[in-house]
């Protein structure tokens, strides 16, 4: 007889569990659709010169023209080590940073948006400094 009553009890917190874990699953956050373009500005980007990147970014297929913190990680190839620059707003939905790169080389950037309560960083694009 204790068995059973065990065995029930057992029986009925497992079941709760499961509901628990169900409802659970069906609660979810839509934290909205954020893009980014980043390109340089310049076509042919030297070393040791002022260099011009923008990201365009995009929340729900609209201009975010007033994240509150737009900044961009910078890396040479081969680095572990980011540099990190914050962006200029240009309100319309661009972020700009000025920077320079000692060497020419590849460097990887990628570019991190702060809105609200959400943090969203872009994938890392590679970009080709050239020889003067």
């Known amino acids: 007889?204790?068995?059973k009553i065990v065995f029930i009890i057992g029986l009925t917190f497992l079941m709760i569990s499961a509901f628990?874990?169900?409802?659970?699953?069906d609660?979810?956050?839509?934290?909205?659709?954020i893009e980014f373009d980043i390109k340089p500005v310049q076509d042919v980007l030297l070393p040791e010169r002022a260099i011009l990147?923008?990201?365009?970014?995009t929340k729900d297929y609209e201009e975010l023209k007033d994240a509150d913190e737009v900044y961009f990680e910078i890396k040479q190839k081969g680095s572990k080590n980011y540099t990190e620059a914050s962006a200029m707003n240009l309100k319309n939905g661009t972020y700009r940073i000025q920077t320079m790169f000692p060497k020419s080389g590849e460097y990887y950037l990628?570019?991190?948006?702060?809105d609200d309560d959400l943090t969203k960083t872009s994938?890392?694009?590679?970009?080709?400094v050239d020889k003067a």
Do not use: F, H, Q, R
């Open 27 to 33: 609660v979810s956050y839509d934290e909205g659709s």
């Open 53 to 57: 990147i923008d990201a365009n970014i």
């Open 123 to 128: 994938p890392e694009i590679k970009i080709n």
């Open 1 to 3: 007889m204790k068995k």
């Open 20 to 25: 628990s874990i169900n409802i659970l699953k």
């Open 110 to 114: 990628k570019a991190t948006v702060k």
